[in-house]
């Protein structure tokens, strides 16, 4: 199970936990580059929910630095297996993925 300032139980029993944004400053660019990360686990092996779970995190994020995600650098890793304490498996993954902030008006709509 997730602990730390960071962590939330959700009400299903899925913990989740998403990492601070560290915005990065892109080469030759006035745009700022993004790059966001979230984790979560699951009681079942599952890599497609995850990542489709773990993409929908990344993209609210994004919207809420009004950035465009680019899927591109899309990075998912795991599964990480580890015992609850009634000894059941769960499946950690995590993903992370960078976006050039949104030029003009707000692209939340």
């Known amino acids: 199970m997730a602990t730390g300032p960071d962590a939330t139980d959700c009400p299903d029993g899925v913990t989740s936990r998403d990492r601070a944004v560290s915005p990065l400053v892109a080469v030759g660019d006035a745009d ?32 809420d630095l009004g950035a465009a995600p680019d899927w591109s650098t899309l990075e998912v890793s795991g599964p990480v297996t580890t015992l609850d304490g009634m000894g059941r498996p769960w499946f950690a993954y995590r993903a992370s993925v960078q976006s050039c902030a949104a030029s003009g008006p707000d692209r939340r709509a």
């Not at 580059?33 to 994020?61: C, D, F, M, N, Q």
């Open 32 to 63: 700022r580059v993004h790059t966001v990360s979230a984790t979560t686990s699951l009681p079942y092996e599952h890599v497609e929910r995850a990542r489709a779970g773990l993409r929908a995190k990344l993209r609210y994020r994004l919207l």
